[in-house]
Nanobody, 122 residues
Framework: VQLQAFGGGLVQAGGPLRLSCAASGRTFSRNVMGWFRQAPGKEREFVAAIRWSDSNTYYTDSVKGRFTISTDNAKNTVYLQMNSLKSEDTAVYYC????????????????WGQGTLVTVSS
């Protein structure tokens, strides 16, 4: 499975940004896909996840009401729509696929994209 994340960039605080993660490969199972982020000097943390079968979504508390994760089944793509961005959202964002156990643990995920940098200026 190959994951390609893109859409990062520089945005002003309060603005929106949409990240995309395109999945390919014959072993891609369309189980769960997640977004994680890692800010400078901090550990990687869970942001959001979605289950392909029923579109159930999961969010970390700090992004609830501001971020929305969604899928485009025809394109095998997962999106992360980020609104009302804050300076503390600045991080490298990674998409990941096929967790073996917990959807919110980075140790659980099998496949990872390359990361895309989001910088929020205040």
């Amino acid at each position: 499975v190959q994951l390609q994340a893109f859409g990062g960039g520089l945005v002003q605080a309060g603005g929106p940004l949409r990240l995309s993660c395109a999945a390919s490969g014959r072993t891609f199972s369309r189980n769960v896909m997640g977004w994680f982020r890692q800010a400078p000097g901090k550990e990687r943390e869970f942001v959001a996840a979605i289950r392909w079968s029923d579109s159930n979504t999961y969010y970390t508390d700090s992004v609830k009401g501001r971020f929305t994760i969604s899928t485009d089944n025809a394109k095998n793509t997962v999106y992360l729509q980020m609104n009302s961005l804050k300076s503390e959202d600045t991080a490298v964002y990674y998409c990941a696929a096929d967790p073996r156990w917990d959807y919110n643990s980075d140790l659980s995920y099998t496949y990872w994209g390359q990361g895309t940098l989001v910088t929020v200026s205040s």
